[in-house]
Structure formats: structure tokens, C-alpha cells
């Protein structure tokens, strides 16, 4: 910079003004500042040289040579000096030299260090925060480089080199508009500053106006070097990918796009020349593909994206920091973490401070289920995010979107580390504290959903759009909550609405995805299989299946089903089958499923036609009531069929849902069979979660049955009344997620105990081991073992059993 230079002249000539003659080492020390004032460097670096090695020990001449020999160009030898210089004595105007050198060879460590040490030392001069301020610029940290130059005194702001410096600083963080108006300001004061002239071409051409840079171009003709007006025509097209992202953020549809379009038809040529044949890129044609780069990602063009990079990088092109972010952004959209989070990793190896990588690397890090570093990454990105943008004055500065980008994510942190209590805490606080913000109340609509309160998320989001009608996004995300409570034409209006939108939107493919998923058929199977000892009432061995298809919604609000149950079970006296097909509807609108089935026996058991009525409503988010009848109940044990008895049962029940940890649940079931018996069945049960996280989960679930027969000397097992106390733990170990698809493992111990009439109280005892298996929206599988101990009449029976629960939408 000019003004670093002639500082660091004045300096030396101050240093040689005292000198003893042309022939003593000061004399020869002040002609060689001279000859190097004059650009003799040929002239002047022999002499210093000289004195140097014949005086090694005088500080006066070796921060001299090392000085000069930067402005000579020779950087690495200046360095080299700079070894035996002591910087805590070292004179400003060396530490300053030495800086600047370190900045020339990327040495961005070296030169903060040089730098950081001259503004600590001489923390008034502007010479040391401006060579700092240009070091952070270029090390990607353009937020502390602006609070080192507003650290200065209020009264030196406004001088020239430190405009000169914010413009850097605006430049580096490609703000161009800022840069334009601060190199407007350096003319006013000084009209023929070429730094500021020529800045004033570069930063039209970036803001989109290259017509008026080439005119300005061409009024100043010396200050723009040959081939620079190629780069401003590429600068030019940098500039229309940066409107057309803009553009495309607040616009709508596939006509969003039509600026980057444009833009990116500026490379088109180049991109598939150079993609099909390779060769070498001068450095117009490199900038034009890393803007390409970014302009794909901008577009969602995502694999031509990664096919640009890795052609880059396998012709070992040294790709910027800002195209890596682009690139790392376009391996997140295509669900590939992994080499994201390496690229945000090397961009912030270069510049710490960058908010974009900061941010990209969050997300990444939740991704791959890194959640402590993802929490650490997104602390500090808003630590180190001012919260007010322009903050030159009073009437310029504003609240800095950045800040609330950042804030704004925190609060999501939690709730993807499955703290969901923590997140709707701070998600709300921070509602609170921003009522009109929509980012941050589309935030605790998905917290809400999370907990499992699709209302309160589609009161959230009808909120939003009540104020931004056309938010398609926000339509979009309500369709899961939507579906959850059975609207189902408004969430095919939502889902489309979004798509026509934003189509290419990441939120409204996964709103897409869960309207598609809907309007599947679906297969539904629970089944398990057991073995016993003891004399069981279940027999020597069993199993049951009970399995569900269901059509595609039928005029949105119905279903038609077929339904099967097979149960098995070999007594001493044989084996017994029990199999039902049934047919029916299902009935769901706002709150309300409804089913009706009619059904009849084959094989052996169940000749007699049946029929069954159930249904559930939910009052709110947290309380639910079911209901239902079966004429031929399944419910009728299997060794009272055995013996000739039928029956029919009723049931009755409600849930009250305090949230994804809390519930508790009581109901009341009655069966009617065939031979006089009648048996009331009494059931509570509290779900408590002790530990949650993102890997680890801890379950409690009490449980309290009682049941009442009126038979004496029935042929079946049936106490005259009994009660069963019980307490089972459940811990979940998230083995292996990936997007939507995950597999968990689940290990539960019951302990409790059964007291039955005339036989007293004896222990029961089991474990379970389970995988569950969610894959794309579309399969569930859960499969394990277990075992149960426990006493029926007195005696102890066990029971090993394996179990499987299916749920396929195809």
C-alpha cells in the first residue's frame, strides 16, 4: 500500500539523519536509505547488506535491510532477517515491513503475529492496525479486521489509508456496494486518488454495472492494466450470479432463476470445452469457473456442481475459499456430509472467522452426528458475529442478518441433538424477544412437531403465512403436521404450494416426499412367535400375526383394508389354530379415525361371521380417546377357543401426551364369552424418559393391570381377580443415522409382580433385545427376542418368544 511505504521512508530517512560522514557506517547507511528511497535497490541492498554482516549485532542496520528488502520484492529474504530481529524492540515501522512481507508470501500466521504485536506495542498508529486490519482481511476473518480499525481513535477514522483499508475489508468479504460507497467517500476528499479511481472501476464492474466500470475503465486508461478489462467482464458476471441468488431467494418458480441462468450461459462454453478436453486456464477462465461453481450450487444444480470441483481438483487447480464453500454446500444438498464437513474444515484453516463455513460445518457436523462439535461450531460462529451491521454512525447502522442467522440456528442445536425441551425453551425465548421474525418462528413450529404437537407447529406456521402469503416454505413444512391430523386436502394445497415456490428447496422436496408417502398403500404386520414352559394358558407354542393392507386414500378421507389374523397355539390335548379375514374402511378427517370391518372364520376355528368398530379422537395435542367393539374378538384367549368358548369384547381408553417424554394412559376392557364369564380388565401405565440425547435414550414405563372374572372352574385360565404391578426400563442406543434412514437397537428388562386370588404373589422377570430399522419414509422394521417369567395358578411358566413389527408403504 502507498501509504505503508512512504510511513516506512520517513521512518528510515529519520534513522539515517544521523550519520557521521559519506564514509562511516552511518554515512554509507544513510546514502543506502537514499538510493532505496530513489528505487536504486540494486544500489541500496549491497551497502545495508555490508553493514549488516560487519555490525551483525546493531539492531539499527538489520531492520533496515530487512525492510528494504521487502520493498525490493524479496520477501522471503526479508523473513529470513527477521529471525534475529527481537519484535518487542523492534521500531514500528519494522514489525509494519516485516507484516507486509509475511501477507506477500501467505504467510498468514507470521504476518498476524508481526502485526498483532506492532498494534499492541503502538496501538495509536494507524499504519500498524491497517497492515493488521489487511492481514485478517486476507486471512478470510473480515469481522475482526473491521474492529481493529474501530479500535482506532474516532478522529483517525476517517483518514485516507483507513477508508482504504475498509474498502479491502468489504472487498474481501465480497460486500462491493460497501466498498463502492467508501471509495466514493476517499474521491470526495481527495478526487484524483488513483487507489480509490481504480477501486471505484473494479467494484462497479462487481456490483453489475460493467458498462459504466468499462467507460470508467476507459476515462482512466493507466489504471487499468491489459487483460484487466476480462477480468471485469468476469467480475461482471460474478456479480449477476450474486443478483441472481438474491433474485432467486425472495422470487418464486423456475423464473427465479432467470439471472443466474444468464449468468452461467457466460461460461457455458468454457465449462464444456475444458470439461470435455482438459487443458491449461489463464486466470480470466479460472475466476469464470469458480463463479460458475457457485452459480451451479445457486441454481441447485448440484451434481454439475461436484462434477465441476473434482474435475478442478483432479487437474490440481487450487480452488478459493469461497467456490470450496459453494462445493461443500452442494455435497450437504445431495446428502454426502462427509466431504462437506472436509471442505469447511480447510476453508476455516484459512480464515476462522468465515461465516458461511462456520455455518455450513454446523450443519455438517449434525449430519455425520458429530452434535458436541456441531454446538461448539455454532457457539462460536455467533460469538464472533456482530450483532449490528454499518455501525458507522447512528443512521447507518442495522441489525446484521448474519447475527440472527446464527442465533437462529443455536436455538435449532438441541433439537437436533433430541433435546427437545431445551430447544422449544430457547426457540420460544427467542420468538419472544423477535415476534416478527419468521425464520425464527418457522423454528418453533418444528420444535413443536418434533415434540409431537402438530397443532401447535400448524398454528406456528399459519401465523407466518397469515403475514407472508406467499411464504411457500412455511406451506410447506406444515404438511407433516398437517397429515398428522388428518387434513389432508390442505396439505396437498401446502405441498404444492411449495413446490411451486421452491421446488428445488431441500424443505419442500422433503413436504413432496411426505405427500407421496401418504398416498401409498400400506402393509402393516405384527407378529410374534413364542415357546413355553410350565403350563402356560398360551400353550407349549404359539404365535399370532395380525396384519393390516390398507388401499391408497380413497376421495382423501377413506381407505379400504383387508385384515388377517392368525393365531396358533399347541395344549395338551393338540394343537389349535384361530384365523380371521376381514374387510373394511377406515375413516379419517380433522381429529377423528373411524374404521368398520366385517370378517369371518377359516380353517378350524372361527367359522362365525364378525364384525368390528373402532375409533380414536384427538381433543388437542395431548389428550386422545379410543373406542371399540369386536363381535368375534381376537382378545378371547386361545385355550378358552380351544375348549368351545367364543366371545365378544369392548374397549375403551385414553392417552393424555405431555410430551415426547412424558404420557400417561389408562383403559378399561370387558369380554363377554360365550360360556357366562364375564371379565372387566383394568390398565394404567405412565412413560417417563429419565436420559435423552442423541445417542443414548432411557425409557421407564409403569404399568398397573388388574382384572376381575365372574366363572368359577372355567377351562381356561381365568382368576377370579388378580393384579400385576410392573416396571420396565428401556434403553435406546442410535446405532447408525443417515438422513432419514436410521437403525437403533432397544434393550428392556420388566421387573414387577402378579398377585392372584387364593395363590398369593410371585415375581415376574423378562428382557427384550429389538433392532429398529426406519428406512426413507417408506419401511419400518422391528424384529427381537425376549423372555418372560412369571406364575399362573402358582406355578412359574417362561415364555421365549421372538417378535416382528413391519409397516411398508409402497
Excluded: C
Excluded at 604 to 628: E, F, T
Amino acid at each position: 500500500m502507498r501509504w505503508t511505504a512512504t510511513a516506512l521512508l520517513a521512518s528510515l530517512l529519520v534513522t539515517g539523519a544521523h550519520g557521521q560522514g559519506p564514509s562511516s557506517p552511518d554515512g554509507v547507511h544513510s546514502d543506502a536509505v537514499a538510493a532505496a528511497r530513489a528505487g536504486r535497490f540494486d544500489e541500496a541492498l549491497p551497502a545495508l547488506g555490508d553493514l549488516v554482516e560487519a555490525h551483525p549485532h546493531s539492531d539499527r542496520y538489520r531492520h533496515d535491510y530487512a525492510v528494504v528488502l521487502g520493498w525490493a520484492g524479496r520477501d522471503a529474504e526479508a523473513l529470513t532477517q527477521a529471525e534475529r530481529i527481537d519484535r518487542e524492540r523492534a521500531p514500528a515501522y519494522v514489525l509494519e515491513g516485516l507484516g507486509r512481507s509475511a501477507r506477500n508470501l501467505g504467510q498468514a500466521t507470521l504476518a498476524l503475529e508481526l502485526l498483532e504485536t506492532a498494534v499492541r506495542r503502538f496501538p495509536e498508529r494507524i499504519e500498524s492496525r491497517v497492515g493488521l486490519a489487511l492481514a485478517l482481511a486476507e486471512s478470510g476473518q473480515p469481522n475482526a479486521a473491521d474492529r481493529a480499525l474501530d479500535a482506532l481513535p474516532p478522529a483517525l477514522r476517517d483518514e485516507l489509508e483507513v477508508l482504504a483499508a475498509r474498502a479491502y475489508v468489504a472487498e474481501s468479504r465480497r460486500d462491493d456496494f460497501a466498498a463502492l460507497a467508501i471509495y466514493e467517500r476517499m474521491l470526495a476528499r481527495e478526487p484524483a486518488n488513483r487507489s480509490a479511481l481504480r477501486g471505484r472501476i473494479f467494484a462497479t464492474a462487481r456490483v453489475g454495472a460493467a458498462s459504466l466500470a468499462e467507460e470508467l475503465a476507459a476515462r482512466n486508461p493507466d489504471l487499468v492494466r491489459p487483460g484487466e478489462l476480462d477480468a471485469l467482464r468476469a467480475d461482471w458476471t460474478a456479480a449477476r450470479i450474486r443478483w441472481g441468488a438474491i433474485a432467486a431467494a425472495q422470487g418464486a418458480g423456475p423464473s427465479r432463476f432467470a439471472e443466474i441462468d444468464a449468468a452461467l450461459g457466460d461460461s457455458d462454453a468454457l465449462a464444456a470445452r475444458w470439461l470435455a478436453q482438459g487443458g491449461k486456464l489463464d486466470g480470466v477462465e479460472r475466476q469464470l469457473l469458480f463463479d460458475r461453481l457457485v452459480g451451479l450450487h445457486d441454481r441447485y444444480r448440484m451434481a454439475d456442481a461436484i462434477t465441476l470441483y473434482e474435475r478442478l481438483v483432479a487437474d490440481a487447480i487450487a480452488v478459493p475459499a469461497y467456490a470450496r464453500v459453494a462445493a461443500a454446500g452442494a455435497y450437504l444438498y445431495v446428502e454426502r456430509p462427509e466431504p462437506a464437513r472436509h471442505l469447511f474444515v480447510g476453508v476455516l484453516a484459512e480464515a476462522p472467522d468465515h461465516f458461511a463455513a462456520n455455518l455450513g460445518l454446523f450443519y455438517a457436523l449434525v449430519e455425520t452426528e458429530d452434535h458436541d462439535g456441531a454446538a461448539r461450531r455454532i457457539e462460536y460462529l455467533v460469538s464472533i458475529t456482530p450483532k449490528k451491521i454499518n455501525a458507522y454512525s447512528p443512521l447507518t447502522e442495522r441489525p446484521n442478518p448474519a447475527y440472527q442467522t446464527a442465533v437462529a440456528s443455536r436455538s435449532m442445536a438441541p433439537a437436533y441433538a433430541d433435546l427437545l425441551a431445551r430447544a422449544e425453551a430457547e426457540t420460544a425465548a427467542l420468538v419472544a424477544a423477535a415476534p416478527f421474525s419468521m425464520p425464527l418462528r418457522e423454528n418453533a413450529a418444528a420444535v413443536a412437531s418434533l415434540r409431537g404437537w402438530p397443532r401447535r407447529a400448524d398454528e406456528g406456521l399459519r401465523w407466518i403465512l397469515a403475514a407472508e402469503p406467499e411464504n411457500g416454505i412455511a406451506d410447506a413444512e406444515r404438511v407433516e403436521p398437517l397429515l398428522a391430523v388428518h387434513e389432508f386436502r390442505a396439505a396437498e394445497r401446502a405441498a404444492a404450494h411449495g413446490s411451486a415456490v421452491a421446488a428445488e428447496d431441500r424443505r419442500a422436496l422433503i413436504a413432496e416426499d411426505h405427500w407421496k408417502v401418504h398416498n401409498l398403500r400400506e402393509l402393516y404386520v405384527d407378529a410374534t412367535f413364542g415357546r413355553s414352559t410350565g403350563g402356560a394358558p398360551t400353550g407349549t407354542r404359539d404365535y399370532a400375526i395380525d396384519a393390516w393392507l390398507f388401499s391408497v386414500p380413497l376421495a382423501y378421507d377413506w381407505r379400504a383394508f383387508a385384515h388377517g389374523y392368525f393365531a396358533a397355539a399347541r395344549f395338551a390335548d393338540g394343537p389349535f389354530d384361530w384365523q380371521r379375514l376381514g374387510a373394511g374402511v377406515e375413516y379419517r378427517v380433522r381429529d377423528l379415525r373411524l374404521t368398520a370391518e366385517v370378517n369371518g372364520g377359516v380353517g378350524d376355528g372361527g367359522s362365525k361371521p364378525g364384525g368390528a368398530l373402532g375409533g380414536q379422537w384427538w381433543a388437542n395435542d395431548h389428550l386422545s380417546v379410543a373406542v371399540g367393539v369386536q363381535s368375534q374378538s381376537n382378545a378371547i384367549p386361545l385355550q378358552a377357543r380351544n375348549a368351545g368358548v367364543s366371545g365378544a369384547s369392548a374397549a375403551a381408553g385414553f392417552t393424555y401426551r405431555f410430551d415426547e417424554s412424558r404420557s400417561v394412559a389408562a383403559a378399561v376392557d370387558v369380554l363377554d364369552f360365550s360360556d357366562g364369564n364375564f371379565r372387566t380388565v383394568l390398565g394404567a401405565t405412565w412413560f417417563e424418559r429419565l436420559v435423552t440425547g442423541p445417542v443414548f435414550k432411557l425409557d421407564m414405563t409403569a404399568a398397573l393391570y388388574a382384572s376381575a372374572n365372574t366363572l368359577d372352574n372355567a377351562p381356561y385360565f381365568n382368576p377370579s381377580r388378580d393384579l400385576t404391578p410392573t416396571v420396565a426400563f428401556a434403553g435406546d442406543w442410535l446405532t447408525w443415522r443417515r438422513y432419514a434412514r436410521s437403525f437403533r437397537q432397544r434393550l428392556s428388562v420388566t421387573l414387577g409382580a402378579y398377585w392372584q386370588d387364593g395363590f398369593g404373589t410371585g415375581v415376574i422377570s423378562g428382557a427384550q433385545y429389538e433392532h429398529v430399522w426406519e428406512l426413507d419414509r417408506r419401511l419400518y422394521l422391528r424384529y427381537g427376542i425376549g423372555t418372560l417369567s412369571r406364575p399362573y395358578d402358582g406355578e412359574r411358566t417362561r415364555r421365549d418368544y421372538a417378535l416382528i413389527t413391519l409397516d411398508w408403504k409402497f
